[in-house]
């Protein structure tokens, strides 16, 4: 019977996200099995609110990577100018030694940015992505 009780499974995390996380559910008064759900349910809206959308659209692509592991940085280039249709600008920051965080501006047909995020997210080293996705007014 598909929805009755609950289903149990396991997952892996560096030892210093788990800590940060049980940190911040014991702030806000959330056991484990809460905030899990809370944060499945906000990927899921957002996963298929960024895969659905339709038409011209312009937006963001945040995303924060290790430029220590070799190749990325060449690869996030690449991806880049693959893609410079859609890519109206692109900010680079280091934040510390070992991090950068890429914020690329962009404007087109939703599908090609979902593709250019998805590439982005492919990538090995890349550490987070964000995709902030919002229809043009007419």
Same mark, same amino acid.
């Given at each position: 019977? $598909? +929805? ?18 049980? /940190? ?13 759900? /809370? ?6 809206? !957002? ?7 339709? +038409?011209?659209?312009?937006? +963001? ?21 693959? *893609?410079?249709? #859609?890519?109206? *600008?692109?900010?680079? #920051?280091?934040?510390? !030694?070992?991090?950068? %965080?890429?914020?690329? /501006?962009?404007?087109? !047909? /939703?599908?090609? #940015? ?7 997210? +492919? $990538?090995?080293?890349?550490?987070? #992505?964000?995709?902030? %996705? ?5």
């Amino acid at each position: 019977m $598909k +929805g009755a009780g609950v289903s149990r499974f396991s997952v892996s995390a560096p030892p210093e996200l788990v800590e940060e996380f049980n /940190a911040t559910i014991k702030r806000m008064g959330f056991d484990r099995s809460k905030a899990v759900q /809370a944060a499945m349910r906000n990927f899921l809206t !957002e996963w298929k609110w960024t895969r659905e959308a339709r +038409g011209v659209v312009t937006g +963001g692509i945040v995303a924060i990577y290790d430029h220590k592991v070799r190749g990325i940085e060449e690869g996030l280039r690449s991806i880049q100018h693959s *893609s410079q249709r #859609i890519i109206s *600008s692109t900010m680079h #920051i280091h934040l510390d !030694e070992r991090h950068c %965080l890429e914020i690329v /501006a962009v404007k087109g !047909e /939703a599908k090609a #940015i979902q593709n250019l995020a998805q590439s982005l997210m +492919g $990538k090995r080293g890349m550490r987070q #992505i964000k995709l902030a %996705l919002v229809a043009i007014p007419t």
